[in-house]
């Protein structure tokens, strides 16, 4: 199979999903660009171009994000962008380092998934209709997953973990994804998160202990040595947990930037 057409959201995230696996297959070997499953976004700041490159990718694809992009540089970019009628959207980029994975070792140290929980990865062989659950149960919680190609670790090195309670629903996500080019300054972090857990168990360490398993498996598996994610501003919850794993606010955001036509809150994902 090759799960070409494994794509998730309503139609406008779905538009974005397929015009960024293709721009990708065009710009893979500039490590200026990073390609995560949902969009080809610019990794870093890169210097004058930066405005110019989003409102670029913006354009092309519907949105796109800049990841690491130092807050002294938030009102000059989100400026520059929505004199353009590009519309923008602002997360703290929290990163974690070698504290994160000591840290999520001793959530696994300390507590256990409730029993009736498994963990399952994503792979090439998991069925397509479970990856269609898991792509409903994290929309559900307002979160965007990625193309089937990369959930599968398919087209980058990642790791996309799913817990799954004894009926075979889906109970909660975490993910993390290698998605900078190895010449690129942050090429041995992850874009991780996907914290999800469905509404009816939440409270019970899941997306916690979720969370801790992928980064321990990051840096095991995958020679990961730090995580990176972006968080709204007003979402305390993701705040609080991700400080839990140490996985803290820095002096750079992830800057939104989306056609208003086809996002009218601004916004692909949470
Ligand atoms: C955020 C979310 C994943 C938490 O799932 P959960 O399994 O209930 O979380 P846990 O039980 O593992 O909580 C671990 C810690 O996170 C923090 N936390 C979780 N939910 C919280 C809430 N509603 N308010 C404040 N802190 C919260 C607490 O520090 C908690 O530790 P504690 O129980 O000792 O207080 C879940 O509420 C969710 O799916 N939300 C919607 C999706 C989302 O916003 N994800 C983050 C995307 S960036």
């Known amino acids: 199979m090759d799960f070409e057409d494994e794509y998730f959201g309503t139609a406008a995230q779905i538009t974005v999903s397929r015009r960024a696996r293709d721009l990708w297959k065009l710009v893979r070997n500039d490590p200026r660009f990073s390609y995560n499953g949902r969009i080809v976004a610019v990794a870093g700041d890169v210097g004058d171009e930066t405005a110019d490159k989003l409102a670029v990718l913006a354009r092309l694809q519907g949105s796109t994000t800049c990841h690491f992009l130092p807050k002294e540089k938030e009102e000059i970019v989100q400026r520059s962008v929505k004199k353009q009628g590009l519309a923008t959207n602002v997360w703290e980029f ?7 994975y000591e840290m999520a070792q001793d959530v696994l140290t300390q507590y256990q998934l409730p029993s009736d929980l498994s963990v399952t990865t994503l792979c090439e062989s998991t069925d397509p209709s479970f990856v ?5 149960m994290v929309g559900e919680c307002g979160v965007l997953v990625m193309a089937g190609r990369v959930m599968r670790g398919v087209d980058i090195p990642g790791i996309t973990l799913a817990a799954v309670d004894g009926s075979g629903k889906v109970i909660a996500s975490a993910w993390g994804y ?17 914290l999800t857990c469905h509404v009816d168990r939440r409270g019970q360490k899941i997306a916690l202990i979720l969370g801790a398993l992928s980064i321990v498996q990051l840096w095991e598996k995958l020679d990961v040595r730090g995580v990176c994610t972006g968080i709204a501003r007003d979402n305390t919850a993701s705040f609080a947990l991700c400080e839990k794993l140490n996985v803290l606010k820095s002096d750079q955001i992830g800057l939104g930037v989306s056609d208003p036509k086809m996002f009218q809150g601004a916004t692909l994902t949470k």
């Open 178 to 194: 290698k998605c900078y080019h190895p010449q690129s300054p942050f090429s041995d972090h992850a874009f991780w998160g996907g």
């Open 132 to 136: 269609r659950d898991f792509a409903l």
């Open 94 to 100: 929290c990163k974690g380092g070698k504290l994160a």
